[in-house]
């Protein structure tokens, strides 16, 4: 079965940086674009990121363009997210997802890694 697990998050000083990792399996992974989404505490959850299947275009929020950088290591599985210079307002639980098809059936998510950024 599909399964994202998502890690490297923790607490972190305004300007500081983080990378977030989300290893993937059960799906052939570097057939599938791959996303980052967050969540506030008392907010919808937000797109963050995305990257297509094979690393070549990818897209951010207008928020954290030129902070963060999503890649993928499609031999290792994996999707990152570097984010640096970190504002508080960066902090929420980070998602990594994926759609191996239409429709919500095939729509997976990970647990979520938690972000803090505070003095």
């Known amino acids: 079965q599909v399964q994202l697990v998502e890690s490297g998050g923790g607490l972190v000083q305004p300007g500081g940086s983080l990378r977030l990792s989300c290893a993937a399996s059960g799906f052939t992974f570097r057939g599938y674009a791959m996303m980052w989404y967050r969540q506030a505490p008392g907010k919808e959850r937000e797109w963050v990121a995305s990257?297509?299947?094979?690393?070549?275009?990818?897209n951010y929020l207008d928020s954290v363009k030129g902070r963060f950088t999503i890649t993928r290591d499609n031999d290792e599985n994996t999707l990152y997210l570097q984010m640096n210079s970190l504002k508080p307002e960066d902090t929420a639980v980070y998602y990594c997802k994926t759609n191996t098809g239409p429709g919500p059936a095939n729509e997976y998510w990970g647990q979520g890694t938690q972000v803090t950024v505070s003095s």
């Open positions: 990257i297509t299947s094979v690393g070549a275009t990818t």
